[in-house]
């Protein structure tokens, strides 16, 4: 025997246990004969038999009567108020656990619907007032529509929370950023507008003036009451009556917040 | 006779779940020792092992029908969670780890554990237990445990397996590095005699 196999059951033989007898001779042969292996087999019997005092001193080592008195305690408890199988915990725990997931994706896609839905009809809107030839007027919460209802005096409807001017012939109604399409109160006042519209100016549906998208009057823009020549008309498709073609007629350009124009529509 | 009269675990713990107060007694007073002497030698500390002892159990009441006797006897799984109870502990409280720390690192350490001419010939016998008590506390954990478990508990290498959660081949090698660290702070005088004896006796080889 070497080293290197002592080693390998120098921990069997220092515990005395069981192993081919031939070996053990061999063994204890070879720490006779090799001073380190000798050593070795030293130590560990001294640290087994340390281990063993210390394992036969904690061999009756218990925990005090107290600790199984409160465990005891505890099981009433525990058996009173609820199956000691847990399955109802475990039940209760799932349902949990399942109800606030299914409130969160809810949330997430009330969150999603909501923002998707908030800016396409406003799109929508701006959009309408502009292609749809029915819808004539431009309505906001916050803005101001002029209407004209003599050839010099446009009269001013406002929209709540607009501040009233009668400044003249030249009148801006502000779009504001704010403007929610789908307000109940927008609808309303759109309604009111239309009605005095048709007691007041006749005015054509808005046409689109040069290539910019519509798109960007969801920031914002300006109408503006101009006077334009009546051949103008020409341009746009409509028809001039050539006796009054030196007169000049009114119009509402739409214009955006980078100061081009987005739209143009005619008031008689 | 008697293992006929009396239950066995996984009866008295079927029994217990079911709410039978007399199965618990007996089943805590069957493997109460076990799991107390495991984290009292696990931590050094009376009060922790109690606690332990008591969490071990209170789990066993509430989490118990998990308990898969395929798996492995019933004082392996206390054991089990007796571990995870007792390593969290020590996590929680550094004091007791702390042992370990300062012996690694302060040789005066050493010196508490030292008894050169051999613990059992010139020092009592209750200094000699307390010596490996402490020189079995100064361990780090995963070496500690294979001690608690293979050498004071007097577990086989497939329970202490069981236990661990890790293989046995793991469980082998982690229990002879333990003892070699042993018999360093038990011994380190001898060990420089025996590493300048490895040296001659490598030539030797040669």
Redesign the interface.
């Known amino acids: 025997m070497?080293?290197h196999s002592f080693e390998s059951i120098v921990?069997e033989l220092a515990r005395e246990q069981t192993m081919e007898a031939s070996v053990r001779e061999d063994a204890l042969l070879h720490s006779g004969e090799?001073?380190?292996c000798a050593?070795?087999l030293?130590?560990?019997r001294?640290?087994a038999?340390?281990?063993r005092?210390?394992?036969a001193?904690?061999e009756?080592?218990?925990?005090?009567a107290r600790?199984?008195e409160?465990?005891?305690a505890?099981?009433?408890i525990?058996?009173d108020m609820a199956?000691?199988?847990?399955?109802t915990y475990r039940w209760r725990y799932w349902m949990g656990a399942a109800a606030a997931v299914l409130l969160l994706v809810v949330g997430l896609v009330a969150i999603r619907v909501r923002l998707s839905s908030g800016q396409e009809p406003r799109q929508r809107q701006i959009a309408k007032q502009i292609e749809k030839p029915e819808s004539s007027t431009m309505a906001t919460n916050n803005g101001s529509l002029w209407v004209s209802t003599a050839p010099d005096q446009p009269r001013q409807l406002t929209v709540p929370g607009s501040r009233r001017r009668a400044n003249g012939y030249l009148a801006v109604a502000r779009l504001s950023k704010s403007a929610r399409p789908g307000d109940s109160s927008t609808a309303s006042h759109a309604d009111a507008l239309a009605g005095d519209f048709r007691g007041g100016e006749i005015a054509t549906e808005f046409f689109p003036v040069g290539y910019g998208s519509t798109l960007n009057l969801l920031d914002g823009g300006q109408l503006v009451r101009v006077e334009l020549p009546r051949l103008a008309l020409a341009r746009f498709g409509l028809p001039i009556n050539v006796n009054r073609a030196n007169e000049k007629v009114k119009a509402d350009v739409l214009v955006g917040v980078d100061g081009l124009a987005r739209a143009i529509r005619f008031v008689q | 006779m008697k293992t006929h009269c009396e239950p066995s675990d996984s009866e008295l713990l079927q029994s217990m779940l079911a709410g039978d107060e007399k199965a618990l007694t007996a089943l805590y007073r069957r493997r109460q020792g076990s799991v107390y002497r495991f984290a009292l030698q696990m931590c050094g500390s009376q009060a922790i092992a109690e606690d332990v002892t008591q969490e071990v159990f209170m789990v066993l009441m509430s989490d118990g029908h998990t308990f898969d006797p395929a798996r492995g006897s019933l004082n392996s799984f206390l054991l089990g969670v007796a571990r995870n109870h007792v390593l969290r502990r020590l996590k929680r409280e550094r004091f007791y780890v702390s042992i370990a720390e300062d012996s690694d690192n302060d040789p005066t350490a050493k010196e508490r554990y030292v008894t050169t001419d051999g613990p059992l010939d010139d020092l009592s016998r209750t200094e000699t237990v307390e010596s490996v008590r402490k020189a079995v506390l100064s361990l780090p954990e995963r070496y500690r445990e294979v001690v608690v478990l293979c050498d004071l508990q007097e577990m086989n290498y497939v329970e202490a397996a069981e236990v661990l959660g890790c293989a046995i081949g793991t469980v082998r090698s982690r229990l002879h590095r333990a003892r070699a660290m042993l018999i360093e702070k038990l011994h380190p005088a001898r060990e420089e005699k025996v590493t300048s004896a490895t040296v001659k006796s490598a030539r030797c080889l040669a």
């Open positions: 070497n080293c921990s090799c001073e380190t050593l070795k030293e130590d560990e001294l640290l038999a340390g281990i005092a210390l394992a001193e904690m009756f080592a218990e925990a005090p600790v199984g409160q465990l005891l505890a099981f009433r525990h058996r199956p000691l199988g847990h399955t």
